[in-house]
């Protein structure tokens, strides 16, 4: 257990569905993350979140819509997704930006059908 | 913006020999410098970490050495066991920056 959970596990949803990944981290970390992980790059940053503000975004399409509500809840709304999205999306937080150990959760297997 | 290297992608190693992994980095304001480890089903998870004011640093059978000037880091691992096989990145970032990882080694050790 890294102190971060991550909801479901795994998901098959259609391209025209709408779905929502939950992260929540029991750290009272300040710093919040989406990465993708695929076989084409394993470990891509989607987005950031510090202090509940979004600070990066990787030029991520917009059929992925992220939401911090408060600093320990992070979600991650999926619309109108491609096969090419099917990925392990993985949660992570830590306690600043940058030079601090990120903590990851177990990850979500999506696969878009 | 930081680039990150990471050689190996595969590495296969008997039980008992040690295993070096290594990685390159582009941004020489970058100051930190850690290495996760991924097991099957699990996120990756902090090993162990170095910071630009230490060339070397040790905990039980896992070392990371730094080469500032070079801009290269490794990761030795010794002895090593069938537990040790995994996926390991390392990563490069400086503060108030996110993590940047390379692509990954995927470690085998043989019994």
């Known amino acids: 257990e890294t102190g971060v959970t991550q909801t479901p596990r795994h998901l098959v949803m259609g391209m025209t569905n709408k779905k929502s990944l939950k992260c929540e981290q029991h750290l009272g970390h300040n710093a919040m993350y989406w990465y993708k992980q695929s076989a084409k790059k394993p470990l891509e940053l989607m987005f950031v979140y510090s202090l509940e503000e979004r600070v990066e975004n990787n030029s991520v399409p917009s059929r992925f819509s992220p939401e911090c509500p408060n600093s320990s809840h992070l979600f991650l709304h999926l619309h109108t997704l491609q096969p090419e999205d099917s990925a392990l999306y993985l949660c992570?937080?830590?306690?600043?930006?940058?030079?601090?150990?990120?903590?990851f959760g177990p990850g979500t297997r999506l696969t878009v059908t | 913006g930081e680039n990150v290297e990471q050689h190996p992608s595969t590495l296969s190693v008997q039980e008992g020999d040690s295993a070096v992994i290594k990685c390159t980095y582009s941004d020489s304001a970058s100051n930190y410098f850690p290495w996760y480890k991924q097991e099957l089903g699990k996120g990756p998870q902090l090993i162990i970490d170095i910071r630009s004011n230490v060339g070397e640093k040790k905990d039980q059978r896992i070392a990371v050495t730094l080469n500032k000037t070079a801009k290269h880091f490794s990761l030795h691992i010794t002895e090593t066991q069938p537990e040790d096989s995994a996926v390991y990145f390392c990563a490069a970032s400086e503060a108030n920056t996110p993590l940047v990882f390379g692509k990954g080694t995927r470690l085998s050790v043989i019994a």
């Open positions: 992570a937080s830590s306690q600043g930006q940058g030079t601090y150990e990120q903590y």
